[in-house]
């Protein structure tokens, strides 16, 4: 058995039908248009943003690789402790301080950066062991001293006296003093 529907429409009516099924087809072609561009408008804001810290990366590696560059000057070339040990010579000497000792502590290594170690023992004035630091301070490559102890105040009921001037002439006489102290140079492995 068949049924059959007959729908007798009149032309406005077929109209507005075919109207409202081209409106929504129409609809549905334009949203999954529009959902599509969304997606690529997203896809392409995740892009630029991503490339853009892509550009303030290599921006900031360059700052970097210049900041290096001129930092990397003050840093030794290829320092061994036979080199090391005749800067410090060469200070002592200048300064008229007297080296007791000197002798290797070792060499730390991290990364491409090497840390040369000397134990020194010095006999000298207070003002020549004034002048014996202010030239590695004026030094241009990284010496570091990392410790310092000095002992050997003779006069020290003088230095305590509430007198200035017997404070200063204790201090300016030829009072020795013995300083023992590492210092640590700094220098790139190539």
């Known amino acids: 058995m068949s049924i059959q529907f007959n729908i007798n429409l009149d032309e406005n009516?077929?109209?507005?039908?075919?109207?409202?099924?081209?409106?929504?087809?129409?609809?549905f072609i334009c949203s999954s248009i529009a959902k599509r561009q969304i997606r690529k408008g997203h896809y392409a804001r995740s892009k630029i943003?991503?490339?853009?810290?892509?550009?303030?990366?290599?921006?900031e590696i360059g700052k970097i690789e210049i900041k290096r560059n001129e930092y990397i000057k003050y840093f030794h070339g290829n320092l061994n402790q036979q080199d090391f040990r005749?800067?410090?010579?060469?200070?002592?000497?200048?300064?008229?301080?007297?080296?007791?000792?000197?002798?290797?502590v070792g060499i730390e290594d991290f990364a491409n950066i090497s840390k040369s170690l000397l134990a020194v023992n010095l006999?000298?004035?207070?003002?020549?062991?004034?002048?014996?630091?202010?030239?590695?301070e004026k030094f241009t490559e990284i010496i570091k001293i990392e410790e310092l102890?000095?002992?050997?105040?003779?006069?020290?009921k003088g230095y305590l006296t509430e007198n200035e001037d017997r404070k200063t002439e204790v201090m300016e006489s030829d009072t020795k003093a013995t300083v023992?102290?590492?210092?640590?140079?700094?220098?790139?492995?190539h």
């Open 149 to 156: 102890s000095v002992a050997g105040l003779v006069d020290f």
């Open 13 to 27: 009516a077929k109209v507005i039908i075919t109207s409202a099924v081209i409106v929504f087809v129409t609809f």
């Open 86 to 104: 005749s800067i410090i010579s060469g200070f002592a000497g200048r300064s008229s301080v007297e080296i007791v000792s000197i002798k290797s």
């Open 123 to 136: 006999r000298c004035t207070y003002n020549q062991l004034v002048d014996f630091l202010a030239k590695i």
């Open 49 to 59: 943003e991503e490339e853009r810290k892509k550009l303030v990366l290599r921006q």
């Open 180 to 189: 023992s102290f590492t210092i640590a140079a700094y220098s790139i492995k």
